[in-house]
């Protein structure tokens, strides 16, 4: 069974840095297709950033600053976050993606100003 744990949230203040990180295990194949979603109190899930084997996407908001990058070998997705801003504030949500989507547990991310 496909299980994904993210660790690495936390307070930071305004302009720090973040690293997440997302293991699965229970795979068979390597990590074609990912992302990292938050979603704030009173918001709707948004994308942060994603790839798959052709794209790699990120949310407005977060260009520039956010970098998502995956390690094969460990079975891992990052999601290196800069310059880290209030608004960033959210639970962060890992997705993979192979016949169907699988989702982490979420890790709190609070930015104080």
């Known amino acids: 069974q496909v299980q994904l744990v993210e660790s690495g949230g936390g307070l930071v203040q305004a302009g720090g840095s973040l690293r997440l990180s997302c293991a699965a295990s229970?795979?068979?194949?390597?990590?074609?297709?990912a992302g990292w979603y938050r979603q704030a109190p009173g918001k709707q899930r948004e994308l942060v950033a994603a790839?798959?084997?052709?794209?790699?996407n990120y949310g407005d908001s977060v260009k520039g600053r956010f970098t998502i990058s995956r390690d094969n070998a460990k079975n891992t997705v990052y999601l290196q976050m800069n310059s880290l801003k209030p608004e960033d504030t959210a639970v962060y949500y890992c997705?993979?993606?192979?016949?169907?989507?699988?989702w982490g547990q979420g890790t709190q991310v609070t930015v104080s100003s």
């Open positions: 229970g795979i068979i194949f390597g990590i074609n297709a």
């Open positions: 790839f798959t084997s052709t794209h790699t």
């Open positions: 997705n993979m993606r192979w016949s169907k989507d699988y």
